[in-house]
């Protein structure tokens, strides 16, 4: 059966004694006998010496316990073994000389020392494992600093370290309990600035120890997660109005996209407010302000009228006098306000006055008369084009008829490579200001105003939970995407000036835990929003008139779709690789890498 699991079996069969001799028992029968004499009668028929100890703890209740035995044919190495096994003793050989107890002393025994220095797994964590196995951990606690305190200051007036402490992490054992303990008598020995455990024991037993820590220091698998998040926001928009306007006599006619305005007489008819208005209450019919005062005035150049006298005098000098003719009549032009319906044609606003001519004659030595002339300038005019402009009352018609399509893609594509059982997060984002908070003192009436600060931009945050043998890989992702979707301003009261903040449009999904295969790419999240909107602004009665209805009437059409996906796609890397996994960089970044020697995927 496969279970898509990886599987690592160790052999724990104990070390056998060699005795050397190949020596048979024909027969052997054996009740209750007790295991040491059992042990010498075994040791004598294999030529060898025996010595057995019972000075430690529990040895004499092993050297006490007793044996049946029923065989035939079997080497005497093989039945010596099996004493030794069902029995619970130790033994060791050196010469002929068999050392035998249920605790030799360590010079009795064979004991090597072997040092790993740990490459994944921590020493400490290393350590604990084989301690559950059995063996025996020491730890060495740094000392303590005891504090001596005055008693008449209660100030601290001397510091001690203490020594440091050993003791012993091991497993007590529930001498019911029918589990095995493979690596009972193992010493065990950590350093964390090297990262190394040591392992002094039997040679069995420190083999055994060693293939547990091969299988804990393994490495934790990487794995480069790509998110992509895609926000498509379609938009139509189809737009169609009719306006025109005409008048006649003291009538005026506007329709404007679906909305009908008559208007009798010389004027609107006055509202509530300007008869309640500070003028309108001296009078009837009200007076309200001319709304027209601040406009430019032109001069009726076809309505003279004419002032008595208003002109300048005419002065002849001769030698027999000063003439004075006149004064002579002057014309003046009536002003209008400007308004005009032709916003390009200028009118007169101002008009001076020419100067007098003066005339004189005198006579010269012969007698002759000579006359002198002085002409006066001639008058000028200003013109100016109307501040005001006045709608014709011909018919005049405008169709409006429009169509917007609009698109926006947004686009993140980050890969990020995370080990197993780890976090991993990018920020590529700019800080804006999302919200102001303003406080005032009521006492001092201080006013605080301080800014809060948010990002706008990717984060992308990734847990890996675990990378299975078979090629899963169980995850959690939290993509962010945002942008500032709008600027608004604010007046934030008295003396608070006026506030700028940025709206956020915020993209965000919280996956939970997931389980992809290596490679697969997985739709985390696909999000559509669909809206039409209708508006239509008509006339009454001539609005729904068949074709002709449509000048009377506007329609606004408005379709907006939008969707949003989120694709992951994990792809556990291949460390026998330079780069494990098939990212290819840009253009831009791949010439960068290669002006500084790196071979990166692409290059040609």
């Known amino acids: 059966v496969n279970f898509n699991i990886a599987v690592s079996n160790i052999n724990t069969a104990p070390d056998l004694l060699d005795l050397g001799t190949t020596i048979r028992v024909p027969r052997l029968v054996l009740r209750d006998a007790p295991v040491r004499e059992v042990l010498a009668l075994l040791a004598r028929a294999a030529g060898l010496n025996l010595v057995f100890t019972d000075t430690s703890a529990g040895t004499t209740a092993a050297a006490s316990s007793t044996i049946s035995l029923d065989l035939a044919n079997e080497p005497v190495q093989e039945v010596f073994n099996s004493v030794l096994l069902v029995s619970g003793l130790g033994a060791n050989r050196r010469g002929n000389t068999i050392f035998v107890g249920a605790r030799l002393p360590d010079t009795a025994r064979n004991l090597v020392s072997r040092t790993l220095r740990l490459n994944q797994v921590p020493a400490n964590s290393a350590g604990n494992f084989l301690a559950t196995q059995g063996a025996e951990v020491q730890v060495l606690d740094e000392g303590l600093v005891n504090e001596v305190i005055n008693p008449e200051t209660q100030l601290v007036s001397r510091r001690e370290q203490l020594p440091p402490t050993l003791r012993t992490v091991s497993i007590q054992g529930n001498d019911n309990s029918t589990a095995p303990l493979l690596l009972r008598g193992l010493k065990v020995s950590t350093d964390g600035r090297l990262n190394s455990i040591t392992l002094v024991g039997e040679p069995r037993t420190v083999e055994i120890a060693t293939a547990f820590i091969t299988q804990l220091d393994a490495r934790r698998r990487q794995v480069a997660v790509n998110v992509k998040v895609v926000d498509v926001t379609l938009s139509n928009e189809e737009n169609f109005g009719a306006s025109f306007s005409f008048g006649v006599n003291d009538t005026f006619f506007v329709q404007d996209n679906g909305a009908a305005t008559l208007r009798f007489g010389p004027t609107s008819p006055a509202g509530t407010a300007d008869i309640d208005s500070a003028t309108g209450q001296l009078s009837n019919p009200p007076v309200v302000p001319n709304p027209f005062s601040d406009g430019d005035v032109f001069l009726d150049l076809n309505s003279a009228q004419t002032i008595p006298g208003g002109g300048g005098f005419t002065i002849i000098n001769s030698p027999t006098g000063t003439d004075i003719q006149g004064p002579a009549d002057s014309v003046f032009f009536p002003g209008v306000a400007g308004v005009s319906g032709n ?198 009665i001539l609005g729904d008139i068949p074709l002709l209805g449509a000048l009377f009437r506007s329609t606004d059409t408005e379709t907006l779709r939008s969707e949003v996906i989120v694709l992951l796609t994990p792809q556990i890397i291949d460390e026998r690789s330079n780069f494990g996994y098939n990212y290819v960089p840009g253009p831009d970044a791949r010439e960068q890498l290669r002006r500084r020697g790196l071979n990166v995927p692409g290059n040609p």
């Open 343 to 540: 916003p390009i044609s200028a009118g007169v606003t101002d008009f001076t006055l020419g100067t007098d001519t003066v005339i004189t004659t005198t006579l010269d030595a012969n007698g002759n008369p000579v006359t002198t002339i002085v002409p006066g300038t001639p008058g000028t005019i200003t013109q100016e084009l109307a501040d005001l402009f006045q709608f014709p009352r011909q018919f005049l018609a405008q169709l409006e008829a429009q169509i917007i399509s609009g698109n926006a893609k947004i686009l993140t594509d980050p890969t990020l490579v995370v080990q197993e059982g780890s976090n991993a997060e990018v920020r590529l984002t700019q800080q804006v200001v999302t919200s102001i908070d303003t406080q005032v003192d009521p006492l001092s009436g201080v006013r605080t105003t301080t800014p809060e600060i948010g990002e706008a931009g990717l984060i992308l945050a990734i847990s890996v939970e675990r990378i299975d043998d078979n090629g899963f890989v169980t995850l959690v992702v939290n993509p962010e995407v945002s942008a500032v979707g709008a600027i608004q301003t604010f007046d934030s009261g008295d003396d608070g000036g006026v506030n700028t903040i940025s709206l956020l449009s915020v993209r965000a999904l919280s996956s939970g835990t997931i389980r992809l295969r290596d490679g697969q790419t997985l739709i985390l999240s696909g999000i559509i929003q669909e809206s039409d909107t209708t508006t239509v602004s008509k006339v009454p």
